[in-house]
């Protein structure tokens, strides 16, 4: 049972939604969504975040009717003790590979705009500390990072107005000029920006009266929404067809252009004060992964935390090159976009599970 001091309001399901959802994507999405929708591929932004406020709906139905419980724990009981322990491993370690996977990508930005000759290993032993003095701590630290991370970047956003008067309007019109499949495809392109939210049916437990939290949840998913359509739109009127699908990190792009009387190079501000974005995301998603094996497995969080990211920082290791952690980025969005409608899955799942209880009984 946990204890009400190591429990948060409800009010924090909006920071912890968002945490999860806002990351080192947020630099390259607009390009990897172009692909099918080209400039309508901000309207498949809005459709993803339909899509992801259906799945919170969806898993606090569930998380309602299982009272206090978390995924392992309703797992169990809907597929037995082995197959469910089996699929909240499974899990827990997509969210581990989730974590290495942004880590890697925002160390590569790290390399290739700032500091071209240091170490990734040197760079790895530097952050890994700092993220197991979150996790091993109370959930309290996680959320308190949470709350840092979107608070504090979101003064970046401002940085969106100085691209405006050199944009063209002309670069998205006509609206609606691709088909409804096209938009579709590209949604399923931004799903990996918003990956991470299945971690709500391991936390919810620790959110007080969590049936409260659900108002927050969708306003956190509506905030993050809000977020990548602004960017979407900016990038799409301030760069051409032609140019967009070319540039790997076009946000760092929108940031490079503007100028101040006493900074020269604002992208390096971007670039550092994206750290406070990813953190949560790493927080949260290894918190995840070691607080599911450790409801599965019943070995010391502590321990699990230790060997996950060990785990973590051999894999980013192993990804070197740009080529690797595109295969990698796109591995995890598949399964990522797999294990999201998973969750209507495990809704349909619990609703034969209990007529089958009702049943017998």
Known sequence: MIKDKDQVPPLMAFFLITGAQIGVGVLSFTSVINKYAGHDAWISIIVAGIIIHILIWLMYKVLNK????????????????????????????????????????????????????????????????????????????????????????????????????????????????????????????????????????IYCPFIKESSKSQKYAHFGNLYTTSIYVVVCFVSYIYYSQHEIKDIIWPTLGLWKIVELPFLDRFEYIGISTLFFVILPNLALYTWGSSRTLYRVLHIKQKWISITLLTVIYFICIVIEGREKILLASDFITKIGVGLLFYIPILFVMHFISRKVKRNAS
């Not at 998205?172 to 990996?192: C, G, T």
């Open 66 to 201: 299982y009272n206090g419980k978390d995924f392992a724990a309703i797992h169990r009981e809907i597929y037995g003790k082995w197959i469910g322990a089996f699929i909240s491993i499974i899990i827990s370690f997509y969210l581990m590979f989730l974590a290495a996977v942004v880590l890697r990508s925002y160390m590569e930005i790290i390399q290739v705009w700032m500091f071209p000759d240091v170490k990734l290993w040197a760079l790895l032993l530097l952050i890994m500390p700092l993220i197991y003095y979150i996790i091993s701590g109370k959930f309290r630290i996680v959320v308190g990072v949470c709350f840092l991370g979107v608070v504090y970047p979101f003064t970046l956003m401002f940085a969106l107005i100085y691209p405006l008067k050199y944009s063209k309007i002309t670069n998205i019109l006509p609206v609606f000029d691709h088909s409804l499949m096209e938009i579709v495809q590209s949604s399923a392109l931004a799903m990996f920006s918003f990956l991470g939210i299945g971690a709500l049916m």
